[in-house]
């Protein structure tokens, strides 16, 4: 059997870590390409400057416009041609960071989030948008990141909903990961091993990275509560630390390498609902493993203690919680298709899955998740 597992080639956080990120730029060359929008970037323009003086370096600044899209990307690679910078950095939310991805191709790049919501920096992969904001299409690259390096001082300092987001990204990790384990499913970490040009086999999940996903779970549940309120303080301590390397690190290494299953595809099929649109993704996929769990029938005392840390951190239950006050039969069999389309990653769950199905999962995990609130 094939196994895969990837990983950046170097993950790095600590406190004012951007004071350090002129180091690993000289580790390429003189300069960098720095993707990032104007309010990221005024938020550390002075750790920027004192890096870029201490080790004298060159930010090349980008003007990005805010959208991952095919046009903004060959604008900043033609930026980067123009100013010969020796790599690219991605610096802020998901749309810088994934701009970042797709202007280096894979070569000499530095994921720095600003933010702790999704597990998507230490990935090989991103999302392309139409300039508009629609979706266009998924790009692979032929290896991780360089380089991810996170300031936890930045991210203490940055809205709680987002540290509380990237714990609901991070829930599904464990359970989409021991779903594609028992289902001998592929896992994303084959592409870049040469699945993705069909010149070598599919690759299945390690050891390794399901029992990432399974320590991933245990420090949410360790620390995520005390983490909440030490970033409702913006303050950096323990559990906070912990925290930000299972939504970032544990999490991103736990679903590229251990699988996605039925979370993250309920998720997608929610995105078809206007009224969750106002919410993160690691709210909806919260609300996805719930249904996942209830769709794998559970035991109650795993789905009990699911639902008591969302309710502690403040993670959605139910479907009231993401913006559905009340769903049509057609609206819910909408959202079943789509999350049931060939190529989602509910069909990793190790038993055959329909939209019949994943519907009533859907409403049972809503019944469950008022009913648990309601005491």
């Known amino acids: 059997m094939r196994k895969a597992f990837i990983c950046p080639t170097k993950y790095v956080q600590g406190e004012d870590e951007i004071l350090n990120l002129g180091y690993f730029v000289k580790t390429f060359g003189t300069s960098a390409l720095l993707i990032a929008h104007p309010d990221d970037v005024s938020r550390v323009k002075e750790k920027l400057d004192a890096t870029a003086g201490k080790f004298q370096i060159t930010f090349v600044e980008s003007g990005f416009r805010g959208e991952c899209s095919r046009q903004e990307v060959a604008r900043l690679q ?42 998507a920096p230490t990935s090989h992969s991103a999302v392309l948008y139409t300039p508009e904001g629609a979706f266009d299409d998924y790009a ?25 987001s990237g714990m609901g990204d991070a829930l599904s990790t464990y359970f989409e990961a021991r779903a594609t384990s028992n289902s001998y ?6 592409l870049p091993c040469g699945f993705r040009e069909d010149l070598c086999g599919e690759a299945k999940g390690t050891n390794t990275a399901l029992a990432l996903a399974t320590l ?11 983490a909440r309120v030490s970033c409702d303080c913006n303050q950096v301590t323990p559990a906070l630390e912990n925290i930000i390397e299972a939504n970032i690190l544990l999490s991103g290494l736990g679903f590229e390498s251990g699988g996605l299953a039925a979370a993250h595809a309920i998720h997608d099929g929610l995105t078809i609902l206007e009224d969750t649109h106002k919410y993160f993704h690691g709210e909806k996929v919260a609300f996805g493993t719930i249904a996942q769990l209830v769709l794998e029938n559970a035991p109650k005392e795993e789905l009990h203690e699911v639902l008591e840390f969302c309710v502690a951190v403040g993670l959605p239950v139910c479907l009231a919680d993401i913006g559905v006050d009340s769903i049509t039969e057609e609206e819910l069999m909408q959202v079943a298709e789509k999350a049931c389309i060939p190529e989602e990653s509910i069909h990793s769950m190790p038993f055959p899955v329909n939209p019949k199905s994943v519907a009533a999962a859907i409403i049972m995990a809503d019944a469950v998740g008022r009913a648990y609130k309601a005491g």
């Open 185 to 190: 499913s592929n896992v994303n970490a084959g």
């Open 78 to 119: 033609e930026v980067a041609k123009e100013n010969g910078c020796s790599c690219t950095i991605g610096l802020g939310g998901g749309k810088a960071i994934d701009t970042a991805k797709c202007v280096a191709m894979g070569d000499a790049l530095i994921i720095c989030p600003t933010i702790a919501a999704t597990d």
């Open 216 to 226: 991933c779970y245990q420090t949410l549940l360790k620390d995520g509560r005390k």
């Open 140 to 164: 692979y690259f032929k290896q991780s990141p360089s380089v991810v390096l996170i300031d936890t001082t930045v991210i203490a300092n940055a809205p709680t909903r987002f540290l509380v």
